[in-house]
């Protein structure tokens, strides 16, 4: 018979892969207690939850949802950078951490309901997020309005120019 803290466990695993926008797995070998720290402090402020796991309850548990693809990469140490707010932040964080401490290293990742391999988790990790996005989108449709309401006002702004001339001429 299972104990429960193992069941809530399993229960806990199938829950982040149901509920997250993304799931980053990881390799953290090579770092330290002091390091770990670091990246938790970073993931929390950054909306992103750090979890170590154990993958035989990780197996359990992700059998219980669409990723159960993501089973072959359970193997090794395992930690799992989850968010719920952003299909790349987690990915974005361990990846800028990873360029100054050699580790954690990617392995796979979960993102709206896809299993994606290490060189696509790195991939994601290079986007901007989902806001930038956005933004550059807006801007991209709002500039040709911008362009368009700059060449109207040309004419005006020179009539008013040409006008103010001849008042200065007659003026003095």
Same mark, same amino acid.
């Given at each position: 018979m299972a104990r429960p803290e193992k069941v809530a466990a399993v229960e806990s695993i199938a829950d982040?892969? /149901?509920? #997250?926008?993304? %799931?980053? *797995?990881?390799?953290?070998?090579?770092?330290?207690?002091a390091k770990i720290s670091e990246l938790r402090r970073l993931c929390r402020e950054n909306n992103v939850e750090f979890r170590v796991i154990k993958n035989t309850l990780a197996i359990l548990g992700v059998k219980q949802t669409e990723a159960v693809n993501i089973e072959k990469y359970l193997q090794g140490p395992t930690a799992l950078a989850i =968010?719920? $707010? =952003? $299909?790349? $932040?987690? !990915? /974005?964080? *361990?990846?800028?951490? #990873? &360029? $100054?401490?050699? !580790?954690?290293?990617? /392995?796979? @990742?979960y993102v709206n309901g896809k299993v994606i391999d290490a060189t696509a988790v790195l991939a994601l990790s290079k986007l901007p997020s989902r806001d930038e996005m956005?933004?550059?989108? *807006?801007?991209?449709? &709002?500039?040709? @309005?911008?362009? *368009? %309401?700059? %060449?109207?006002? @040309?004419?005006?702004?020179?009539?008013v120019n040409v006008l103010n001339q001849i008042k200065d001429k007659i003026e003095s």
């Amino acid at each position: 018979m299972a104990r429960p803290e193992k069941v809530a466990a399993v229960e806990s695993i199938a829950d982040v892969f /149901k509920d #997250a926008r993304s %799931v980053v *797995l990881n390799d953290f070998t090579g770092l330290d207690v002091a390091k770990i720290s670091e990246l938790r402090r970073l993931c929390r402020e950054n909306n992103v939850e750090f979890r170590v796991i154990k993958n035989t309850l990780a197996i359990l548990g992700v059998k219980q949802t669409e990723a159960v693809n993501i089973e072959k990469y359970l193997q090794g140490p395992t930690a799992l950078a989850i =968010s719920r $707010e =952003s $299909e790349n $932040e987690g !990915a /974005k964080i *361990l990846a800028e951490f #990873a &360029k $100054e401490h050699n !580790a954690p290293t990617f /392995k796979a @990742g979960y993102v709206n309901g896809k299993v994606i391999d290490a060189t696509a988790v790195l991939a994601l990790s290079k986007l901007p997020s989902r806001d930038e996005m956005l933004s550059m989108m *807006l801007a991209g449709i &709002k500039s040709p @309005g911008n362009g *368009l %309401v700059s %060449v109207m006002q @040309g004419p005006l702004r020179s009539l008013v120019n040409v006008l103010n001339q001849i008042k200065d001429k007659i003026e003095s």
